[in-house]
């Protein structure tokens, strides 16, 4: 049997489409999953422009979409899993070789590049009404989260930031006060939501005067900025940055914003190819005098996709349908793909339609 399933051609800008490609067949110990909701961020439209990506051995297309959210339609005996368990599909796969880190369960931060990806990389996405996974890459959501779960891949990116954070300021005396967001989309607000949860003082600065972004900042009981980056520095005094909006302007910005002994992560991908004036010196003196950290962070390994099942659990489900700002139906696909702002969280119905 057919189903339909967004594909394209890697490299080649144009070529995305609603196909219809043969049912999945399920391997010895995978799941079969009828695909609910797809997640659209910029990588998807970085693929869908041609920007990169890699087609599967032998194949000139590939299943798009990294975002999953599914139901289980058959599991393998004895795999933890049952039919219509809610679930959603791990992004990574570790280098088959291993590299050290692969070996050790973290293959989101493999140093060989040797890596597959859903939807990125060699390996088909979960853009289709049904796809397959295997059981130890699938996560189980809570059956309550139907509506928002498609949210699990950008808070697993997050649940390893503040990981992460936690780790490093762990090197020493660390008892963090304020915490400074910078962009207030769909990443930052999970990380604003994060920070406002852990009892730190919340700052997010955002362009954004109006819309919907400043209430859902203040719901979190978090203070919104958008005058300006240094006004939102003064008011936060920050300890941790967490930069999430990848323009290179606010980068710097954000590397300069914390007090001494400070932490400052980057989220956001910049675009390549833009110079501006910048005082490398200054940076790094900053940087060493004060013994601050400066860290990117893409991606998430299984620990990370646990913590961050648990976060959307306990999250306000009211709160998180606010992030949701677009749905689409399958056969309008391409209106998510077509000039919304990365800042907004489209969502394509794989239900129907």
């Known amino acids: ?40 961020c910029g990588t998807d439209k970085e693929l869908a422009n041609g920007d990169y990506g890699w087609a599967p051995m032998g194949a000139d ?13 058959t599991a393998p005996e004895g795999s933890g ?9 791990v992004v990574r796969r570790p ?35 049904l796809w397959t996974v295997e059981a130890e890459y699938a996560v189980k959501l809570d059956p309550d989260l139907s509506e928002v779960g498609v949210l699990m891949e950008p ?29 207030a989309g769909p990443i930052g607000l999970l990380a604003a939501m994060i920070g406002a949860r852990r009892g730190l003082e919340v700052h997010v600065y955002d362009h954004n005067e109006h819309g919907p972004k400043p209430k859902l900042v203040a719901d979190l009981g978090a203070a919104y900025h958008h005058e300006s980056m240094a006004a939102a520095t003064a008011a936060a005094d920050p300890d ?32 390549a190819g833009r110079t501006m004036p910048v005082d490398p010196g200054g940076v790094n003196r900053r940087i060493v005098l004060e013994n601050d950290v400066v860290f990117g962070t893409v991606n998430a390994n299984l620990d990370h996709y646990a913590d ?13 349908r606010r992030l949701i700002t677009r749905r689409v139906p399958l056969r ?8 919304e702002p990365d800042d907004v969280k489209v969502v394509i119905d794989l239900t129907g339609g």
Request: overall charge negative; charged content about 25%.
């Open 308 to 320: 961050a099942a648990r976060l959307l659990a306990e999250a306000d489900r009211d709160w998180l």
């Open 155 to 183: 808070m697993s990116v997050l649940a390893k930031a503040w990981d992460q954070i936690e780790r490093i300021g762990s090197r020493g005396w660390f008892e963090p006060r304020s915490v400074l967001v910078t962009g």
């Open 61 to 73: 297309r590939m299943v798009i979409g990294h975002e999953s959210l599914g139901r289980v339609r």
């Open 1 to 40: 049997m057919a189903m339909r399933a967004l594909t394209f051609a890697p490299g080649h800008k144009g070529t995305l489409e609603l196909a219809e490609i043969d049912d999945p067949e399920p391997d010895e110990g995978e799941l079969l999953v009828e695909g609910l909701a797809l997640g659209v």
């Open 81 to 89: 899993f049952a039919p219509g368990d809610l679930v959603v599909g």
């Open 240 to 271: 941790i940055v967490i930069e999430a909006t990848g323009a290179a302007a606010l980068v710097f910005d954000a590397i300069g914003a914390t007090g001494a002994y400070g932490i400052t992560c980057l989220t956001g991908v910049s675009p």
């Open 332 to 339: 309008r696909f391409k209106e998510a793909f077509r000039g």
């Open 95 to 129: 280098d088959p070789v291993p590299c050290g880190a692969c070996a050790r369960g973290q293959f989101d931060s493999c140093r060989n590049e040797g890596y597959t990806e859903r939807g990125i990389k060699q390996l088909d996405g979960y853009g289709s009404e």
